[in-house]
């Protein structure tokens, strides 16, 4: 058996060589990556508290967009046991290497459940699976409108009632796009916050900053309403839930 040091130092290796993977992609493609670096422990354990604050029971959690696994394994770590985890990435390279990160994993296969990566894009996602948490890191601001539109309204389908939402989006890229993209690129990623403007006004529970990820970004919290019956008898109605 590795003692620790060994094991420690695969582990830098490994996240090493993640980040090495990682910025080559974004060379390759940084629209469809959306980031010039994986996102921080910070960042991660932000995006993971709903999963936490559920305490021990069993969950069903779907992580979208999980680029080489930074925040999947802040998941695998506050998964309960029995749980459920799908991962859900659209490029190939890092699907790979997410599953190659399960499979080594020491807590993937300690009584944490099932755990199973999907290429795909979340929105074909072929799934009748509801769940409790989800997790998005997909770049929203490098999408049109109407496929964030798309994307919001499938993951709203995919959760239980009661479930929550986290995604992130990087603070002052709004500025930075108006200093350096066309106008139609500025007015694109315009029209897409006005759209995830729409969901939060409708079910965000919670937002804040965290600093400490390159860049800073903004975590937001939405929730599913929850379906509850009026006391005086009259027919359910759907209510959200506070923050």
Same mark, same amino acid.
């Given at each position: 058996?590795?003692?620790?040091?060994?094991?420690?130092?695969?582990?830098?290796?490994?996240?090493?060589?993640?980040?090495?993977?990682?910025?080559?992609?974004?060379?390759?493609?940084?629209?469809?990556?959306?980031?010039?670096?994986?996102?921080?422990?910070?960042?991660?354990?932000?995006?993971?508290?709903?999963?936490?604050?559920?305490?021990?029971?069993?969950?069903?959690?779907?992580?979208? *967009?999980? $680029?080489?696994?930074? /925040?999947?394994? @802040? =998941?695998?770590?506050? #998964?309960?046991?029995?749980? !459920?985890? +799908? %991962?859900?990435?659209?490029?190939?390279?890092?699907?790979?290497?997410?599953?190659?990160?399960?499979?080594?994993?020491?807590?993937?296969?300690? *009584?944490? $459940?099932?755990?199973? /990566?999907?290429? @795909? =894009?979340?929105?074909? #996602?072929?799934?009748?699976? !509801?769940? +409790? %948490?989800?997790?998005?890191?997909?770049?929203?601001?490098?999408?049109?409108?109407?496929?964030?539109?798309?994307?919001?309204?499938?993951?709203?389908?995919?959760?239980?009632?009661?479930?929550?939402?986290?995604?992130?989006?990087?603070?002052?890229?709004?500025?930075?796009?108006?200093?350096?993209?066309?106008?139609?690129?500025?007015?694109?990623?315009?029209?897409?916050?006005?759209?995830?403007?729409?969901?939060?006004?409708?079910?965000?529970?919670?937002?804040?900053?965290?600093?400490?990820?390159?860049?800073?970004?903004?975590?937001?919290?939405?929730?599913?309403?929850?379906?509850?019956?009026?006391?005086?008898?009259?027919?359910?109605?759907?209510?959200?839930?506070?923050?």
């Amino acid at each position: 058996m590795d003692d620790w040091t060994t094991s420690h130092d695969r582990v830098l290796a490994q996240r090493n060589a993640e980040g090495w993977m990682f910025l080559l992609e974004a060379a390759r493609d940084l629209r469809a990556t959306g980031a010039i670096a994986p996102s921080s422990r910070a960042l991660g354990r932000s995006l993971t508290d709903p999963v936490a604050e559920h305490g021990p029971r069993p969950l069903t959690v779907m992580e979208a *967009g999980a $680029g080489t696994g930074s /925040v999947t394994r @802040a =998941l695998i770590g506050r #998964l309960s046991p029995n749980s !459920r985890l +799908d %991962v859900v990435e659209a490029n190939a390279r890092f699907a790979a290497q997410l599953r190659h990160l399960l499979h080594d994993h020491p807590r993937s296969a300690d *009584g944490r $459940g099932c755990i199973r /990566v999907h290429h @795909a =894009l979340v929105e074909q #996602l072929d799934t009748d699976r !509801r769940y +409790d %948490v989800i997790v998005s890191g997909l770049p929203f601001t490098n999408f049109t409108p109407a496929q964030v539109e798309t994307i919001m309204d499938r993951y709203m389908e995919l959760l239980q009632p009661g479930g929550a939402l986290t995604y992130f989006a990087y603070r002052g890229t709004r500025y930075a796009r108006a200093m350096t993209a066309t106008r139609a690129e500025a007015r694109r990623h315009r029209d897409v916050e006005e759209v995830l403007a729409g969901y939060q006004r409708r079910y965000a529970t919670g937002c804040r900053t965290v600093w400490g990820n390159l860049p800073p970004a903004k975590v937001w919290q939405l929730r599913r309403p929850v379906r509850r019956a009026a006391r005086t008898g009259a027919p359910a109605a759907m209510i959200g839930v506070g923050p």
